[in-house]
């Protein structure tokens, strides 16, 4: 399984690789100053943080496919939403330098993700109150 | 430096706020109300469901105020307050107040009147509103979570029963994962253009890549939401295992939200001249996969309940070609079909629920076709709302839905993808066989073993039955008003599309 | 005055009433039958005015004018709702016939837009459509013109008119619907829904001979679906959900192509319009002659499916067999007429190239033998008293093709009043086979014999209906018989049988055939009668039937005395009144196809 995982969170990354290296072939093309900031000297840019970005989204939807556990299901859930957000930290520096609208919305999504962590884990609560079990399989009343 | 928080800009959001005030106060009353009402039905509690119709009433008042105001971008471009928005808004208000008028004596019946279930409505509808209106990411994604999060609590609002929780589990994976592709195709969206406001979007100068895989994570996000095949898995178990008046109210507004954004997202999106032609084209292969599929499976199906999930997957395809419509690079259909689509929708679809809702406890046994088995000479009003319902579901004339999908394909046509005209009138034709034949059984058999109880349905749910099968049918003969209101609003909010 | 509008809406209004849950069961009856009594008045009323109107047209006052002149005002009244500058300019620019209207191209309305500005251009886009239709010769047939928007975005108009094709058609619904609601006296089970449903259908069917837009024509034909589906659906017999299902899928099957015909009518004219009288004008020559024979196939499966025409017929003896008398009377009556007029009204005329195509006219007239030949065997065959008279309906139906194959002035008089006259005696054959099957509860036409001597008064009406359906001379089906083959094997002017080689396809042998049909006719029907009301009395049973009753013979006997009445004198009746319309409607549809 873990295997699995890794699979999946290494294609992952070489795609955001390439999606990243096109995004700052273009930020390059539009301020010569912005293409400094791309990759600054301490070898850590925008691609860094989108491989990083891309391998946690990756591995939250892995853990959604794979995992039979409801709270680790919720995990990978957690996994996308802060994917996006290392996201729109990491463009709002290199992308969008003089606003600090990304992170705004990275602190937004924040909020978001504990609200509806504790709205799952209530849900959960009320699945193991009928069922007895978190595992998700088990809920099969419904024919899907 | 301009005024941080311009309070005359508040009007445009009044309703909003109205709905969240309501919401806040039956929280509030039902607090007090609770010391000295034990068991749950006296009088005093019957003020939770009259507070919260006030205050849709309230907000839909302040809306119709407004109505047909200028377009102002507000709130230093967080909103945009124009036609498009306060359309949705009324049908969004209108699905609302359709579901608090029926489900005060429903919750009763299965001894679950809770204050907070007014409360989420209401909830729901402020985020669902300000999710039409939103024009930037951050208030797209927090309006969003704000229905969708009151709408996981409703479908699991029947804690005790398994088929409630598990469609409300099922129901939040999906939505979760959905929140996820749309959040992180708006990073990208964000990454491509360096704004986050949805109308720059459109217009600045864009990174191509970053922009193409931002529109298709968040298309494939909005996808999950309104229920597209192949996203749809969600949409038959969350449908299934909800109190079935929420299942109606979540089957109309969250549709209807969801759209709201949708439109105005694309509409906005494919102003980028690469963006467009390709994202019809998707678009309009999602529709017609929708279109078969929803209603193939519909045809199969032995419950009633699940029938109207997977008519509702069908219907999500014909509102699609009012999208591929208005965003072809042919000379140009328009997406004012959607509106009308959606309002004929949520009376008939809201209505069939209602019906369903009103013919007996909730659970399985009453929502086979067994159970609707001579209802017209049980309740023949009842039946002949779901009549009315049906028909106008299938798309037969003089009903709402025939000249809503007489629009879409009409605007189709014009917008040069005829074919899809073509699926969407052969698959209606498909879906009149199952919708009808829960009118056969309700007139042409009689009642047997598995028949419903169908009890006296409350006032509230005889109002609303009977209001939105009469608006059925008085749409199925004037429409020109709402036509031209559609076209309008369309119109207003992004020019000629 | 709006007397078309009184006329079709008031069954609804009708129904609207006798809903009302204030009524006592008898009083509701009463007052059903009240409405569809003062339908009919309003019908016999516009059917008097209309024949006055048609012997001196000048003279013609009021709702009697013809629709060219209604038409040509209302163009002046379209232009008046524009401002004072633009209806000038609008005037200016406004085509003078079809021919220029036609000739518009697309640059120069791209031009126009620009030029009148919005508002402008859509008022010239409808006035033009009113130049062309008040142009077409037809329309100065058309009397009690009403005429406005219904659905502006769809460009979807309330225009309803009748001529000499529609009107016998209505006033037989009007008449039919009188004697159908006295005859359900006896139902007992959701009478008020039964009537409620059966005055809408009433509208409906009315609706649908009125309408001359086609969407509105579209929209009443569906209305006609549903009350029929429930009415033998809920009070059909033993198999009735079958029936009604069957018979439901395939109208609507066929009203659906008729639909995707009738949109691509819409898209391919320009100005998009639904106003069969515009598209008259417009249609022969702008479309290329493949798409007209799919558009005139797509119609043709639309309405063949109501006449019905072999092989679309299944669902008829399953539909007759299981509905109730009166709901088996107005189905053959005037539901299957639904599908000629439909020839009449929108395949022929919109489409006259396709129509006279040397394979069109083969296809139509062989379809018509079939009809004729395989209904009559099939009647033969029959053991069940009412599927014979289902399957005479399909082979009488057959002469109603053959005449409009041949595209003659007789051929198209025989077979309008075929449908008329078929429309007279199938409902009385079908009542026939109600006051029988009420008394002895079954239809096996092996088990009856010796009526005749019980039942003299019965036996006498019934004798009437069946040498009517058989075409005896004197009565009315003969009439219409005899000008359908005339028409159809007259060498000078039918299609069917102008020489081959020339323009015809020179299949008199057609004709010959049909006439089979007659001999078959009769030998069906005298044999019928000799089973069921000559011979000895097979059941004891038989011994004590009553007599016709009072509700009975009032259904009854209008019939027989029209049988009567325009067999003897079917000029001064009938004949005069439809005859020039439907001269004018041969005579275009020649024209157009250049014969």
Known sequence: MSALTAIFSMSGALLAAALAQAGSGAGAASSAAAAAEVVPAAGIGLVHYLVVSAMVFTLGIAIIIIRRNAIAVLMGIELLLNSAGLNFVAFSRYVAKDGIDGQVVTIFIIVLAAAEAALALAIILNIYNNLNTVDVDEADALKG | MTNPFPLEEVRCILPVLLLFAAATAVLIADLFLRGWNEPASGPPKRLLPMLSILGAGAAGFFLWRDWGSAPAVVFHGALRADAFAHAMTAIILLGTLLTLVTTAAYLRRHGTEHGEFYALILYAAGGMALFAAANNLIVLFVSLETFSLAVYILAGYFRDEKRAVEGALKYFIMGGLASGFLLLGLAFLFGASGTIRLDDLGRSPIDQPLFLAGLGLSMTGFGFKVGVFPFHSWIPDAYEGAPTLVTGFMSVTVKTAGFAALVRFVLELSRQAEAGPALAQVLAWLSAGTMIFGNAVALVQGSVKRMLAYSAISHTGYLLIGLVAAIAPERGGSSAPVVFYLLSYTLMTFGAFAVLGSIGQDGPENETFEAFHGLSQRRPLLAFAMLVFMISLAGIPPTAGFWGKLYLFREAVYAGYWPLALVGILTSIVSVYYYLRLVVVMYMQPAGEGASAAPAPGWGAALATAAAAAAVIAIGFFPQTLLDQSVASIQAAFGAR | MYTLTWLTFFPLLTAGVILLPIWPKSVMKFLAVVGAFITFIIATGIARDYSDAERSPGAAQGPARGADAVLKELIESELVQLGSGLIDQVRARLPKSADEVKSVSEDTRKALLVELG???????????????????????????????????????????????????????????????????????????????????????????????????????????????????????????????????????????????????????????????????????????????????????????????????????????VEAPTAISVVLAGVLLKMGGYGFFRFSYPLLPQAATQRGMIWFIAILALINIVYGAFCAMAQKDFKKLVAYSSVSHMGYVLLGLASLSYMGIDGAVLQMFTHGISSAMLFFIVGVIYDRAHHRDLDRFGGIGLQMPWYTGIATVGFFTSLGLPGLCGFISEVLVFLGSWDTSMSLITTPAGDKGLGARWIVYVSLLGVVLAAVYILWTIQRVYLGNVKDEHYKHFPDLSFREVVALVPLAFLCVVIGLLPNPTILNHIDPSLRELTDMVRKAAGL
Not at chain 3, 170 to 179: I, Q, R, S
Not at chain 3, 190 to 202: D, P
Not at chain 3, 204 to 216: E, K, Q, Y
């Open chain 3, 118 to 320: 919005k508002k402008g251009f859509h008022a010239w886009e409808r006035a033009s459509e009113l130049v062309v239709a008040s142009s077409v010769p037809q329309a100065s047939r058309l009397r009690y013109v009403e005429f406005a928007p219904w659905i502006g975005q769809f460009k979807i108009n309330y225009f309803m008119a009748v001529d000499g094709l529609s009107l016998p058609l209505v006033w037989l619904t009007a008449l039919l619907g009188v004697l159908c609601l006295v005859y359900s006296w006896t139902i007992d089970q959701g009478t008020k829904a039964y009537y409620a449903l059966f005055l809408i259908l009433e509208t409906g069917l009315i609706g649908v001979f009125c309408a001359l837009d086609f969407f509105l024509f579209y929209v009443f034909w569906e209305i006609v679906l549903l009350p029929m589906w429930f009415l033998i659906g809920i009070w059909g017999g033993p198999n009735r959900i079958y029936a009604a299902i069957k018979f439901f899928i395939y109208t609507l099957v066929g009203s659906v192509i008729m639909l995707l015909a009738m949109l691509v009518f819409y898209f391919k004219t320009e100005p998009h319009t639904f106003n069969i009288i515009t598209l008259m004008g417009l249609t022969p020559l702008t479309y290329s002659l493949q798409l007209q024979t799919m558009l005139f196939l797509a119609l043709f499966i639309g309405f063949a499916i109501k006449v019905p025409v072999f092989p679309f017929h299944t669902w008829l003896p399953d539909a007759h």
